[in-house]
């Protein structure tokens, strides 16, 4: 669920000079390209407080296009827990908008985004996970807010189509180019479910072309809460066990974009 665009570098095999000058506007051309791709292996993937692979890492990647006016479209991949997601193990993500430049610091995002589950099996687990969420969201410079609200039952919830997401994210760039991450986020549902806060807190660093994270991430559910629990047991994943899905963790990113 992470939307990187950023410009997509290439590079060539150089030797003469007319090769050079060739390489040379190839990078120039490359440097313009509205198109990006990016690849994360995470030791847990939280979504809103919540692993979605039983605690267990996660492999993610996806590609953006961003045009000039605005536009921009994208398509996100992550491994997720059969035994939470109605039997499906991938979670894949379309979404696509528009960003409005109010200036140099200033600007609003709107879209969608649809979250499918391939191969989840309503009948045999009782619920479809697949989700739909429009949002909108405001950023200057560093400080993000932004609304989401759910058009579907929100991952199999019944009754639960107007759930709504509020979230606030910092990023703040520090002395050696560490950059500061803070994020708080409340999940507001509808047809008496319980609602919830998470959030996150973490430092990341460009190592050789890496972007390695580190963040503490938390929530407030607990074993009294009746929607989410804090602790669950999947009857249909014997080997799964009780798993604390929303307690307080470290969590691990390495990433890159090309």
Same mark, same amino acid.
């Given at each position: 669920?992470?939307?990187?665009?950023?410009?997509?570098? #290439?590079?060539?095999?150089?030797? %003469?000079?007319?090769?050079?000058? %060739?390489?040379?506007?190839?990078?120039?051309?490359?440097?313009?390209?509205?198109?990006?791709? @990016?690849?994360?292996?995470?030791?847990?993937?939280?979504?809103?407080?919540?692993?979605?692979? #039983? &605690?267990?890492?996660?492999?993610?990647?996806?590609?953006?296009?961003?045009?000039?006016?605005?536009?921009? +479209?994208?398509?996100?991949?992550?491994? !997720?827990?059969?035994?939470?997601?109605?039997? %499906?193990?991938?979670?894949?993500?379309?979404?696509?908008?528009?960003?409005?430049? +109010?200036?140099?610091?200033?600007?609003?995002? %709107? /879209?969608?985004?649809?979250?499918?589950?391939?191969?989840?099996?309503?009948?045999?687990?009782?619920?479809?996970? @697949?989700?739909?969420?429009?949002?909108?969201?405001?950023?200057?410079?560093? #400080? &993000?807010?932004?609304?989401?609200?759910?058009?579907?039952?929100?991952?199999?919830?019944?009754?639960?189509?107007?759930?709504?997401? #509020?979230?606030?994210?910092?990023?703040?760039?520090?002395?050696?180019?560490?950059?500061?991450?803070?994020? +708080?986020?409340?999940?507001?549902?509808?047809?008496?479910?319980?609602?919830?806060?998470?959030?996150?807190?973490?430092?990341?660093?460009?190592?050789?072309?890496? @972007?390695?994270?580190?963040?503490?991430?938390?929530?407030?559910?607990?074993?009294? &809460?009746?929607?989410?629990?804090?602790?669950? &047991?999947?009857?249909?994943?014997?080997?799964?066990?009780?798993?604390?899905?929303? /307690?307080?963790?470290?969590?691990?990113? !390495?990433?890159?974009?090309?």
């Amino acid at each position: 669920m992470k939307k990187i665009v950023t410009a997509l570098m #290439l590079s060539g095999m150089v030797g %003469a000079p007319g090769v050079v000058m %060739a390489a040379e506007a190839e990078a120039a051309a490359a440097e313009a390209s509205p198109v990006t791709a @990016n690849i994360t292996v995470a030791s847990d993937y939280r979504f809103r407080g919540v692993s979605q692979t #039983l &605690n267990e890492p996660a492999i993610q990647g996806g590609f953006d296009y961003a045009h000039d006016s605005g536009v921009y +479209l994208g398509f996100w991949a992550s491994n !997720v827990s059969e035994a939470e997601l109605a039997g %499906a193990n991938i979670e894949m993500d379309f979404y696509g908008g528009y960003n409005w430049k +109010l200036n140099d610091d200033t600007s609003i995002n %709107a /879209g969608g985004v649809y979250y499918w589950y391939p191969g989840s099996d309503e009948g045999s687990f009782g619920f479809d996970p @697949n989700t739909f969420d429009l949002y909108v969201g405001v950023t200057w410079q560093w #400080l &993000n807010v932004k609304y989401f609200y759910t058009t579907t039952d929100y991952f199999g919830l019944p009754d639960s189509k107007g759930n709504s997401y #509020l979230e606030g994210n910092i990023n703040y760039t520090l002395p050696y180019d560490v950059t500061l991450s803070a994020h +708080l986020g409340g999940t507001y549902t509808t047809g008496g479910y319980d609602n919830y806060t998470d959030w996150k807190i973490g430092v990341s660093k460009e190592f050789y072309g890496f @972007n390695v994270g580190l963040a503490y991430v938390d929530s407030d559910i607990d074993d009294s &809460n009746a929607t989410w629990g804090g602790l669950k &047991n999947f009857s249909q994943c014997p080997t799964c066990g009780t798993k604390d899905l929303a /307690g307080a963790t470290a969590v691990l990113t !390495v990433g890159k974009t090309f």
